[in-house]
Nanobody, 128 residues
Framework: QVQLVESGGGSVQAGGSLRLSCTAS????????MGWFRQAPANEREGVAA???????NYVDSVKGRFTISQDNAKSTLYLQMNSLKPEDTAMYYC??????????????????????WGQGTQVTVSS
């Protein structure tokens, strides 16, 4: 059974940093088929960062230059380094995995419909 477990969330002041981790178990695919999403209470789920089938990174425009997605496939772990955090980054952050070997490219990797495995989320709160 596939399980994705996020950790590393918390409360920080604007300008601070957090590093999120997501560890997968029972998932036969590479961490190159995973990504990060977020959802604030009044908003739709939004793709934040993802790795495509060629191990290329993709980001939503609002986090470019501030967030970095990385992977350690040997540890079945996906990371999201978040720097220069802003109050508008406040959300529940989820990691997700696509069907093993599935294809996506560029910004299409940020569509939630591409993913079929989801973690329970970790809360990130950024205050002014």
């Amino acid at each position: 059974q596939v399980q994705l477990v996020e950790s590393g969330g918390g409360s920080v002041q604007a300008g601070g940093s957090l590093r999120l981790s997501c560890t997968a178990s029972g998932y036969p695919g590479s961490t190159s088929y995973m990504g990060w999403f977020r959802q604030a209470p009044a908003n739709e789920r939004e793709g934040v960062a993802a790795i495509d089938n060629g191990s290329r990174t993709n980001y939503v425009d609002s986090v470019k230059g501030r967030f970095t997605i990385s992977q350690d496939n040997a540890k079945s772990t996906l990371y999201l380094q978040m720097n220069s955090l802003k109050p508008e980054d406040t959300a529940m952050y989820y990691c997700a995995a696509r069907p093993p070997g599935s294809y996506c490219r560029g910004r299409y990797c940020l569509y939630s419909a591409m993913y079929n495995f989801w973690g329970q989320g970790t809360q990130v709160t950024v205050s002014s």
